[in-house]
């Protein structure tokens, strides 16, 4: 306000304030911090959706096995109507336990390139 309008818009080194140079450098360090804490957090959360991940293979290896000693129990007393059951759900377990082992290693893929991420962010700041 106090300055003459043909005077410049920011403050030069030649009266002591921060040049255009500075005032970029300290938005590019913001920039860089800021950056840098989202990738943290979204590193945080692509770890948690791995771990879940292998919760839920885990599940779904378990509900195999039982569907198959089911299917054992059905083939040995003969119940051919148990025995397409415990079939359709050895197939279901085992078609999501395959979904998810994709699931996983394409968030784990995800994770790594963030943590590499934030090693490039960490070298710049």
Do not use: F, Y
Not at 40 to 59: N, P
Not at 63 to 82: F, S, V, W, Y
């Amino acid at each position: 306000m106090g300055r003459n309008r043909t005077g410049p818009a920011w403050p030069c080194s030649e009266d002591g304030g921060p040049t255009t140079g500075d005032i970029l450098r300290a938005a590019l360090d913001h920039a860089l911090a800021a950056a840098l804490e989202r990738a943290r957090r979204e590193h945080t959360r692509l770890r948690a959706a791995v771990a879940q991940a292998r919760r839920d293979i885990a599940l779904a290896e378990e509900r195999k096995q039982q569907a198959e000693d089911d299917l054992r129990r059905a083939t040995e007393a003969g119940n051919t109507e148990d025995i397409a059951k415990a079939a359709n759900a050895i197939a279901h377990w085992n078609s999501m336990a395959v979904m998810l082992r994709l699931e996983a290693e394409r968030v784990t893929a995800k994770a790594d390139a963030v943590r590499e991420l934030i090693s490039q962010l960490k070298a710049r700041s």
